[in-house]
């Protein structure tokens, strides 16, 4: 591993302060940074670690909205228990130690197109708060390890519209247990969204025409004959693309048949 | 009364204590006073040309000591092949050299063309960054059929990149072809036994260290045999005299094949050792462990059953291509032949048996023997057309195999693949396996199964294994380079504690908690006055090491004919205190006494007049009470078993569960039956890794795709059961003192073919019946293409 | 270079560090308590598992600077204050739950981990748990047996001695 300057501020216009001069990286929970720098495939020459800034830890829930601090851990997200799909998901990343250290806010700004939260995110239609403005889930996610953040802003929170009801199904990947595939279905009052990830070389999706199948008809079997296009769907040593798009239908069914 | 303590006991493990309280002594835990620290500059071309190495720029850095490249190694001798295998029109096998660090070209991702030495790892890997190498990139040998037809040579010097082209029993070549051409019946199957890589958790290190006044080196290594490491180096490489190295192997965190072999990276911190004068230190990252350690298994295979209509086996014949890698690994040669194609008769009085094995070069790490060691693959082969035969003739899996085992009363039987099993009953293991497994409720449970969406599939299977490697005259004959005895010395103490040195190495098997429960029952002392030695040329007996099930069935036997020695003296001594004839001496419980009267002696008064020798008989005895065995063993043994499984296939995912495993073996007589068993989990554990999981993947450019946890699959606690082991039907071993087999690899090697069998039994429930075989590992992905091919 | 102090096992220590020092690297280096192991460098095997402020973490993959002000314990506080073993580390003896021992203080951490929060875990919590530790030689049947008997739980029906 390369050497750094490592900063830890105790807010968020100190971290921005400290991340403004050039080749400056956050540090959220460090749980893939940590690793790929290891590897020497990464070197910030500073590191700004977010860990120490309390205005972005936490779990509020008021009335339907969850907000979920930028550097709260995968541990306490699941320990909040806001609603079933964010539940399972955050008790599901990784393995315990690493949901100990790993932050949803690092998750969304790195996008990895295998990761769990960027499906939640664009599930319940989230908004990204960061230091600076709001993005809407929907613009935030802009292809694989690719977001709207621009180089100096941090994600400060996340505010996700409590579903009435919602459930995420992941299929793991053997080795690595992130997610082969994941589908997280949210139904709300107006509608249901249907977000996969793993799946796509282009990152997290919406796939829109099951959306519209189970708004009208919440149930598995509204979707039993319904199929993704497979042509853009990741393709390595653990599956194909054919075989991943069978998982998004698999997995999207059995996501509404659990959600709760 | 039930024991409490020797043979047929399980004390809890002594050395249990100081690894769950982080007092374990591994290698990279050792740190020497001025200890300087290897990194070595890897190649990220699977093949190449090496023009040139430039280390100027890297020779200015900050806290650089040395830096070595091949040129450096070019007038030192390779590391060997330990076993000379000779093709089927008797030319010897093609033998490259294997130097320390590349020279002239690369040959695999992951080759070492230089090292770097420095005063921190960090400033090495910096040093090694700055580097330049000029490799001229060539085109990579990867597919083994491919490497075969030619066109580029992995050694070019050889001008083929086929090691040997073995036949086995060549003799039996043509009888076995005309029965599989006159046979009723003929079952072919084409498959593939993936390529692993061992991962034992703690990654290779080497530190050595050289005595500037003495001459004398030390090498502290993650070793399994550290007397067959300094023989390699000493011998064969740095030509060392082996009376100035002596190699250490403290406590090593596993190695299941993968550290019995001398690495170049042994070789290369000492000769630095040496050149600095100082501590030379080496750590494999788990990257550098998943390129370098001699991976396990990868056969193509195509084998054919002929057999009676009714299933009376008539031959087998199996094709074989064996992938060696880039290198010669030390036992790369003998894993594919001798250790895979001896087996290949099974537990079968089959007539019949012809193997043909092609050792292939490839751009690819070394290849070499892993858990099982060509019993896997055999077993595997055997077990799975055997399980396509039963179905295509529409009989019982188990029913074929009675049919076909040898029965109890024909051994000592010679098998048609040219060993000879001592003993063994197979028809006892499978009659235990049925009253464990409740085969009669399997239908039920397909039932519930299927209410749930899945498929539910029993998989049956039987193997037979050569462990307790090996007779040394016969693997003379058959082209090994060392005898395969070992080594023990009981060194009874004045005080009456005794310590035993073993050229056994234990890491993770229990040594230090077994040995002393034999000696125990022989000498009637407290096991916990006992302490076992290993690991340190420097303080054993010239042995062998731990590999493929030995350490009881070979060191074990050394261990009882030393203490055997002790009680021989003993009692020599004990006649003399007891002024009576050697003759009329009993020996029971730790006491000599003189038969027929109360007179007596206890063990450790003998001990201590042996070292206190006042009033001794000097003119016949010498002082002491040490003794020494080497122990050859007579044959191999045979351990063998039955195995169950139940597995869940989710036919819409294509995920395996496994539901249940039963393993019922027979390793002769068993010391600890609680080792055994745990032996026999781990073996499992790996195998079903093996059947369902793991897959060590290389792309068409040799790039290393399976390179970290990422993307290889290592079993985890969630995807393994409890599982239901048995070892109480035993026929004792008929040519070692303890009548025990060896129980390490036993599990590796049944369990791949339970889970296939398994799993196509569960497809063809579901209807898919065009599925005749998937390829391990049996992933989702592969099940889910397979029922929608 | 940077000062940083932190309790471990109970115990006051300071040290210095480069931002890029690893917390197992502190551990195993500066403070020479090697008993936590190094098994991979993707942050998965668990062997270098300790706890910090009370909650299991990898500590291959946090800096030692981040740990500044922390409590930590690793497997060299865990035994009991007479030096015999904890309930967790007997269970392991007892019950076979570790042959080499090199992803064994990873476990008993982990193990300790899961108890503290789930004093009577069923097998499959105790599996899901242990996702973040590979072990090579066990086939993990004895470790979860030992968890579960660590947790007071009868294990005779299990298999096995």
Redesign the interface.
């Known amino acids: 591993?390369?050497?750094?300057?490592?900063v830890?501020p105790l807010n968020v216009a100190d971290a921005l302060v400290a991340l403004a001069s050039e080749e400056a990286q956050a540090l959220g929970g460090?749980?893939t940074l940590?690793?790929t720098?290891?590897?020497?495939l990464a070197s910030p020459e500073k590191?700004v670690?977010l860990?120490g800034i309390s205005e972005m830890q936490g779990v509020d829930i008021s009335g339907n909205i969850v907000t979920i601090g930028g550097a709260t851990t995968h541990?306490n997200v699941a320990l909040a228990g806001a609603f079933e799909g964010l539940t399972g998901l955050a008790g599901g990343i990784?393995?315990?130690?690493?949901r100990?250290?790993g932050t949803i806010g690092g998750s969304l700004a790195n996008n990895d197109p295998a990761a769990c939260y960027p499906a939640a995110a664009l599930a319940t239609g989230a908004t990204i708060v960061t230091n600076d403005r709001e993005i809407d889930a929907d613009d935030y996610f802009q292809g694989m390890f690719t977001t709207a953040l621009e180089d100096v802003e941090i994600i400060t929170a996340v505010r996700m519209p409590i579903p009435q009801v919602s459930n995420y199904q992941k299929?793991e990947q053997?080795?690595?247990?992130f997610a082969?595939v994941g589908v997280f279905v949210a139904k709300y009052a107006d509608g249901v969204r249907v977000a996969v990830t793993g799946a796509s070389e282009n990152g997290v999706f919406r796939w829109s025409e099951a959306e519209g199948v189970l708004s009208t008809n919440f149930s598995a079997d509204a979707i039993l004959g319904m199929s993704v296009d497979s042509s853009e769907m990741i393709s390595?040593?653990?599956?194909?693309k054919e075989?991943r798009a069978?998982?998004v239908r698999?997995l999207t069914g059995r996501a509404v048949s659990s959600a709760s | 009364m039930p024991k409490d303590s020797g043979i047929g006991t399980s004390p809890k493990r002594r050395e249990d204590i100081r690894f769950l309280t982080g007092n374990g002594k591994y290698t990279d835990d050792i740190n020497l006073t001025g200890q300087s620290h290897a990194v070595f500059a890897r190649s990220d071309v699977a093949h190449g040309k090496i023009n040139h190495i430039d280390i100027s720029a890297a020779e200015t850095m900050p806290g650089v000591l040395a830096i070595f490249t091949g040129e450096d190694f070019a007038d030192v001798g390779g590391n060997p092949a330990g076993w000379l295998i000779n093709s089927r029109d008797g030319e010897p096998m093609k033998e490259p050299k294997r130097p320390v660090l590349a020279y002239g070209k690369v040959r695999h991702v992951g080759d070492a063309y230089a090292a770097v030495i420095a005063e921190t790892v960090l400033q090495a890997q910096d040093a090694v960054e700055a580097i330049k190498a000029d490799i001229t990139e060539l085109p990579a040998i990867v597919d083994m059929e491919a490497a075969l037809a030619g066109g580029g040579f992995v050694h070019d010097e050889i001008e083929t990149n086929q090691c040997f082209d073995w036949g086995w029993i060549e003799d039996n070549r043509a009888a076995t072809d005309a029965a599989i051409k006159a046979a009723p019946h003929v079952t072919t199957l084409s498959l593939v036994n993936n390529r692993l890589v061992p991962n034992a958790m703690e990654s290779r290190a080497s530190t050595a260290d050289y005595d500037r006044g003495t001459g004398d080196y030390t090498l502290y290594t993650t070793s399994q045999n550290p007397h067959l490491t300094r023989l390699l180096v000493c011998a064969f490489v740095l030509g060392i005299p082996e009376n100035k190295l002596r190699v250490v192997s403290p406590d090593v965190g596993g190695g299941f094949g993968s550290k019995i072999y001398h690495y170049g990276e042994e070789a290369l911190v000492l000769a630095a050792a040496k050149k600095l004068c100082r501590p030379v230190k080496w750590t494999a990252s788990r990257s550098e462990s998943f390129l370098t350690d001699a991976h396990g298994r990868d056969h193509v295979t195509k084998i054919e059953l002929a057999c009676e209509k009714d299933g009376t086996f008539i031959a087998f014949r199996t094709d074989t291509m064996a992938n060696v890698g880039a290198y010669l690994s030390n036992f790369s040669t003998v894993t594919p032949t001798f250790l895979h194609g001896t087996l290949m008769a099974g537990n079968y009085t089959v007539p019949n048996v012809y193997v043909n094995v092609k050792a292939v070069f490839t751009n690819t790490a070394p290849v070499d023997a892993y858990r099982g060691a060509g019993r896997p693959e055999a077993t595997y082969s055997l077990e799975r057309v055997i399980d396509k035969c039963a179905r295509e003739l529409a009989l019982d899996p188990i029913e074929l195999r009675r049919k076909n085992f040898i029965k109890p009363d024909q051994f000592p039987y010679a098998s048609a693949a040219g060993l000879e099993y001592d003993a063994g009953n197979y028809d006892a293991l499978f009659d235990k396996l049925e009253g464990i497994v409740d085969f009669g409720g399997f239908k039920a449970r397909r039932a519930e199964s299927e209410k749930g969406g899945k498929l539910r599939g029993l998989g049956i299977n039987s193997y037979i294994e050569a462990c307790g490697i090996a007779p040394s005259n016969l693997v003379g004959i058959l082209g090994a380079r060392v005898g395969l005895y070992d080594a023990a010395t009981v060194r009874v103490n004045a005080t009456g504690n005794i310590s035993v040195m073993v050229g056994a190495h234990s890491h993770g098997q229990g040594h230090a908690t077994v040995f002393p429960q034999v000696v125990s029952e022989m000498l009637g002392v407290e096991e916990n006055s006992i302490e076992i030695v290993h690991g340190d040329t420097s303080k054993i007996p010239f042995g062998m090491g731990s590999y493929g099930s030995r350490s009881l069935a070979v060191c074990g036997s050394a261990v009882v004919r030393a203490t055997e020695k002790i009680i021989n003296k003993a009692t020599k001594i004990a006649a003399h205190m007891l002024e009576a004839s050697e003759s009329d001496i009993d020996f029971k419980d730790g006491k000599f006494s003189v038969s027929g009267t109360d007179k007596s002696v206890a063990f450790g008064e003998v001990a201590f007049k042996a070292y206190v020798p006042h009033d001794y008989p000097h003119d016949e005895l010498e002082p002491g009470l040490e003794e020494t065995a080497f122990y050859d063993p007579a044959n191999f043994t045979y351990p063998s078993g039955a195995y169950a499984c139940e597995v869940e296939v989710d036919p819409e995912t294509g995920k395996v569960t496994v539901e249940s495993f039963t393993a019922v073996d027979d390793f002769g007589n068993v010391i600890n039956p609680m080792i055994v068993t745990g032996q026999v989990h781990g073996g499992i554990g790996q195998g079903i890794g093996q059947a369902l999981l793991e897959n060590c993947t290389y792309d068409e450019n040799g790039q290393l795709l399976s390179a970290s946890y990422m993307d290889y699959a290592m079993p985890r606690a969630s995807d393994l059961p409890f599982y239901t082991v048995d070892h109480s039907c035993v026929t004792p071993c008929t040519h070692n003192p303890l009548g025990v087999k060896g129980c390490g690899e036993a599990g590796a090697i049944g369990s791949p073919p339970t889970i296939v069998n398994a799993v196509v039994d569960a497809l063809h429930s579901g209807g898919h019946t065009h599925v005749t075989h998937i390829d391990m590992p049996v992933s989702p992905a592969r099940v889910w293409s397979a029922i929608n091919s | 270079m940077l000062n940083i102090t932190m309790k471990i096992n109970g115990k006051a220590v300071s040290g210095t560090v480069e931002g890029r020092t690893l917390l197992v690297e502190f551990l195993r280096n500066d403070l020479h308590l090697t008993g936590t192991h190094v098994g991979c460098d993707t942050s998965q095997c668990g062997a270098c598992t300790i706890h910090v402020n009370g909650i299991a973490v990898k500590s291959c993959s946090m800096f030692a600077v981040e740990a500044d002000g922390a409590s930590i314990d690793t497997i060299e506080g865990q035994e009991n204050t007479d030096g015999s073993l904890n309930k967790i580390q007997q269970a392991f003896q007892d019950h076979h739950g570790l042959q080499c021992g090199f992803c064994t203080p990873g476990m008993v951490m982990a193990a300790a981990d899961l108890l503290q929060n789930t004093p009577t875990p069923t097998e499959a919590e105790i599996r899901n748990h242990l996702d973040g530790n590979i072990c090579r030689c066990t086939g993990y049947h004895n470790i979860v047996k030992a968890i579960m008997a660590a947790s007071g739980q009868d294990v005779s029906a299990i298999a096995a001695e």
């Not at chain 1, 990784?94 to 690493?98: I, W």
């Not at chain 1, 390595?236 to 194909?240: A, I, N, S, W, Y």
């Open positions: 591993m390369y050497n750094f300057d490592f830890k460090g749980q940590i690793p720098m290891k590897q020497r590191l670690s860990s541990a990784g393995d315990p130690a690493v100990n250290r299929f053997p080795a690595s247990r082969l390595d040593l653990h599956g194909t075989y069978n998982l698999v």
